[in-house]
Nanobody
Framework: QVQLVESGGGSPQAGGSLRLSCVVS????????MGWFRQAPGKEREGVAA???????RYADSVKGRFTISKDNAKNTLYLQMNSLKPEDTAMYFC??????????????????????WGQGTQVTVSS
């Protein structure tokens, strides 16, 4: 049973920084992709950043140059470093994981349809 537990949400001011963490447990293979998605009230859930099984990364255009995704396998933790935050970054942020591949590498994905596991979410509210 894969479990994803996020932490680190908060209420920074515009221009500030925040780091989200997600403790990952239950995967029995390393051939999976992880990512961060967000959902603002009245909007669809969108992929923000993803990291593949080979550590390749992918970002939404809206966060490129400001957000950095990383993972520490020794700590079983996924991170999202968010800098230069904007009010439009306000949303519930979700840690997400794909099913593992049976062979080969799992590339990063920003598509919610590719996600099989979701965390409970952590709120980020950026004030102007």
């Amino acid at each position: 049973q894969v479990q994803l537990v996020e932490s680190g949400g908060g209420s920074p001011q515009a221009g500030g920084s925040l780091r989200l963490s997600c403790v990952v447990s239950g995967y029995t293979s390393s051939r999976y992709s992880m990512g961060w998605f967000r959902q603002a009230p009245g909007k669809e859930r969108e992929g923000v950043a993803a990291i593949g099984s080979d550590y390749s990364t992918r970002y939404a255009d809206s966060v490129k140059g400001r957000f950095t995704i990383s993972k520490d396998n020794a700590k079983n933790t996924l991170y999202l470093q968010m800098n230069s935050l904007k009010p439009e970054d306000t949303a519930m942020y979700f840690c997400a994981g794909t099913l593992p591949m049976s062979w080969g590498r799992r590339p990063p994905t920003l598509a919610a349809a590719d996600i099989h596991y979701w965390g409970q979410g952590t709120q980020v509210t950026v004030s102007s």
